[in-house]
Structure formats: C-alpha cells, structure tokens
C-alpha cells in the first residue's frame, strides 16, 4: 500500500524554525517528485515546495521563497520541509502528496494524512 | 497573477447532475485534476488530465476542459459526494495553482 505520513508538526513562535518529515512506503520512492501543500484552518490548498526525484531541482511558492527549503533523503525514503523565519500566515495543515508529474503536466497522489503548524505567541 | 476560480459553493438534489467549474485565462491549454476532500481528511485525486478517473473513482464523476472553463460534473449526485472540491492546474510560467474550492451541498 501506497503510504506517506508527516510529522513534526507543532506550536512555534513567530520567527522561530520547524523542520517537517514525510515517509514514503509502498512505492519506489526515487522514481517520482513530491511536494508539500499547506492548508490553512478553513481555507482552500496552497502548493508550498517541489522537489524533482532527486532533490536537484527544487521549486516554491513566492510566499515561502527564501524562507523554507525542501530536501530529500532517497536511502531513506524521506522527505523534509526546513521552515525558518515563520510568520502566524504560515499557520497550516502541511501535507506531503506524491507528484505524478508528467511533462508539464502535474497531480497529486496520494496525500498523506497532514501534520499541524500552528505559528503563535 | 494567474488565478483559478472556482465556485464557492454548488447545492444540488439526489439524483441530479452537479457541475463545479473552475476557470482561468486559456485554462484550456493546461492539464487540470480535481480533488475531493471531505471535512477533517486529506485530498484525494478523483479526476486528472481533465478527465481521467483515479482508480476507485465512480464513473458518475467527469471531466472536461476547454477555452477558459474547466468542468467536474457527477451525475447522479448521492449524498455521499458532498465535500469540497479543487481544481489544479500546472500553468506554465506561473507554477502549480489551486482554485479556491468549491463546497458541494446535496439536499
């Protein structure tokens, strides 16, 4: 069975750090990119991060950009989110999804169960 | 900015065919898929390519695409599809977009 879970979720001051992990089982792992998409309490689905299959390529969304860094471990099945400089608009449910990226094309699937950023004083 | 927009919310009776749409400049010149999540889960990928079902996705569930619009119609609406719904797209020069999410009501 196809599974991601996420962890490291938690409260954190503004201004502090968070690093998010996702494990991948079920699939050949390095054989696809993957993405972080947050989803802020009561509103719709944000696309955070890409990483292409190996981490050599590395994509984000304007809000994020210089602040969050995505990376890889293949041997381990792992993916990360490194979250530096968070602001209470980075207060979220982050999920990890599989991205069936082909070509230009993109969607994702599965997602996992989400982990809890709550950015607070 | 390159935005999709979708419906904030679609009410619909049992038994009746829903359309959610999701629009955006030259939409259809871009692959889209729609997710469906119900309240407290996580998405789930129901159509990709426009129109191609997930795997396990009931055949009631269509999509299409063309010009600006992009379309999820279930048809045979049951009280089991109410959930929200996304659209997304990978625009070229913009990168991976959602639309808002579109609240499907059945009663």
């Known amino acids: 069975e196809v599974q991601l879970v996420e962890s490291g979720g938690s409260v954190v001051r503004p201004g502090g750090s968070l690093k998010l992990s996702c494990a991948a089982s079920g699939f050949i792992f390095d054989d696809y990119d993957m993405s972080w998409v947050r989803q802020a309490p009561g509103k719709g689905l944000e696309w955070v991060s890409g990483s292409n299959w190996n981490g050599a390529k590395t994509d984000y969304a304007d809000s994020v950009k210089g602040r969050f860094t995505i990376s890889r471990d293949n041997a381990k099945k792992s993916l990360f989110l490194q979250m530096d400089s968070l602001t209470v608009e980075d207060t979220a449910m982050y999920y990890c999804?599989?991205?069936?990226?082909?070509?230009?094309?993109?969607?994702?699937?599965?997602w996992g169960q989400g982990t809890l950023v709550t950015v607070s004083s | 900015s390159y935005d999709l927009t979708q419906p904030p919310s679609v009410s619909v009776s049992p038994g009746q065919t829903a359309n959610i749409t999701c629009s955006g400049d030259?939409?259809?010149?871009?692959?889209v898929c729609w997710y469906q999540q119900r309240p407290g889960q996580s998405p789930i990928l129901f159509i990709f390519?426009?129109?191609k079902r997930a795997s396990g996705v009931p055949e009631r569930f269509s999509g299409s695409n063309s010009g600006n619009t992009a379309t999820l119609t279930i048809s045979g609406t049951q009280t089991m599809d109410e959930a929200d719904y996304y659209c997304?797209?990978?625009?070229?020069?913009?990168?991976?977009?959602f639309g808002g999410g579109t609240k499907l009501t059945v009663l």
């Open positions: 390519q426009d129109n």
């Open positions: 999804a599989r991205d069936a990226a082909a070509g230009t094309d993109n969607w994702f699937d599965p």
């Open positions: 030259k939409l259809g010149d871009e692959y």
């Open positions: 997304q797209a990978r625009v070229s020069r913009t990168g991976v977009l």
